[in-house]
């Protein structure tokens, strides 16, 4: 009979043939090395490359998700799992070699009822860290990390999972329900500080690296989390 995982990844994909390779084979060298059983399951929404394709052949677990909606992507590529610790990791990011062994570490840790991970952008330029600084304020002071969110099955179902009735920053208000949720269980939210994420610069790669920076509007709009306009514009309409 098969084993049961020790962890299950989560994946949301959207034509994401560029970068879904990188991304699972990341995941699972990353648990190779850290000796853990990883299954992995990629939500595919709308897509009409070679995502499943590829996903399928490096051994993930595909499902089917096809609302415009991230949160429920993430929510049906989470359901999709068996394993009662999950991580989320975006197609378009990747593990280093190290990630899966703080995370298999954290996640199983009681202190802890989940958490993030930093995020290292795979370039770096002036406009780069100019936008992230800008992006700092609507986060700074909520006592959360993102990127890579971890944390037991029973954590992620008492939260709800992902807001649906959210077309962008699910994953910051997912962040702060979950710290919300340990708080309440005397436990902390964490941050895999040497155990992070590396991530593409394709938005910065596609509109610019000062794109946000000259449309600090659109900072705004975005992460008011409602606006169809501004996520269409910046996510889901993006070329890939």
Not at 16 to 31: D, M, P, Q, T, W
Not at 32 to 52: F, G, K, M, P
Request: charge should be neutral; charged fraction near 25%; aromatic fraction near 10%.
């Amino acid at each position: 009979m098969p084993t049961t995982p020790d962890i299950s990844i989560a994946i949301p994909a959207h034509n994401e043939e560029r970068y879904i390779g990188r991304c699972i084979e990341s995941v699972f060298l990353s648990a190779q090395r850290a000796q853990v059983n990883a299954e992995v399951v990629v939500a595919l929404n709308r897509c009409t490359d070679s995502t499943q394709a590829i996903a399928e052949s490096l051994g993930a677990r595909c499902v089917d998700e096809e609302r415009k909606c991230i949160a429920a992507v993430r929510n049906a590529a989470v359901r999709g799992g068996t394993a009662k610790a999950l991580a989320t990791l975006d197609a378009d990011s990747w593990m280093q070699p190290h990630t899966m062994a703080a995370l298999i570490r954290h996640v199983h840790d009681d202190r802890y009822v989940g958490g993030g991970a930093t995020i290292w952008p795979e370039r770096w330029s002036a406009g780069i860290v100019t936008t992230g600084f800008m992006v700092l304020p609507y986060v700074i002071g909520k006592g959360i990390s993102a990127g890579m969110f971890w944390c037991q099955r029973d954590a992620f179902e008492a939260i709800g999972g992902f807001d649906e009735r959210l077309i962008s920053v699910e994953d910051v208000d997912f962040a702060v329900r979950l710290r919300v949720l340990g708080k309440a269980r005397g436990q902390r939210f964490g941050t895999l500080w040497r155990g992070g994420i590396i991530t593409s610069c394709r938005k910065f790669d596609h509109f610019g690296d000062w794109y946000l920076v000259r449309n600090p509007g659109l900072i705004r709009r975005i992460f008011t989390g409602h606006d169809r306009k501004a996520a269409d514009l910046y996510y889901y309409d993006v070329e890939r």
